[in-house]
């Protein structure tokens, strides 16, 4: 999953996330997966989420080798990319032009081996219970948003950022 997106307000409240595009709901049997930017405890610093559940049933856990803390600000456009690739988590960030190598945030992930099949519907900038609690419904942009069934890292391990619109794969 990748695509752009841009807040026109960031929140300084440690734990509270923008969800970025989620396809999950928020009982049984209709868990599934999540990716959201969340404020850490670090000053101006967020982290990148990839939430999942592997069975459906039991909600999605958040990837805890995601470390890497990253500043947002305010009406900036940010490259986001999250791949899942038979458990190995990696999630890429960055605010760099279009053309730009960026390696991966962070150390990778590991989650289960399949992600959990769900009919909750496919929501962009809200997850489930945005607008309740920490999760907050996103305030600015998301564009381009783009699934893909390949990984797009170089052999370096890195990813380009797309200078044009994306093309279908």
């Known amino acids: 999953i990748e695509g752009f997106v841009k807040l026109t307000s960031v929140t300084t409240t440690t734990g509270n996330y923008y969800t970025l595009i989620s396809k999950t709901g928020n009982a049984s049997p209709d868990f599934g997966w999540e990716v959201r930017l969340r404020k850490s405890a670090t000053a101006g610093k967020f982290l990148l989420d990839f939430i999942a559940s592997t069975n459906g ?38 605010s760099a032009a279009g053309g730009t190598n960026v390696s991966k945030i962070g150390t990778t992930g590991s989650m289960g ?23 907050l419904f996103l305030t600015g942009s998301i564009d381009e948003i783009r699934f893909s069934q ?17 093309t279908a794969d």
């Open 113 to 135: 081996t399949v992600l959990a099949s769900t009919t909750a519907p496919m929501r962009i900038g809200a997850g489930p219970t945005s607008g309740t609690g920490a999760s």
């Open 57 to 94: 049933t039991t909600a999605g856990t958040v990837d805890t080798t995601n470390t890497t803390n990253f500043t947002v600000n305010a009406n900036t456009w940010y490259y986001f990319a999250v791949t899942y690739n038979a458990g190995s988590v990696k999630r890429y960030f960055s």
């Open 150 to 166: 390949f990984l797009r890292a170089n052999a370096t391990g890195k990813i380009t950022i797309p200078s044009s619109q994306f």
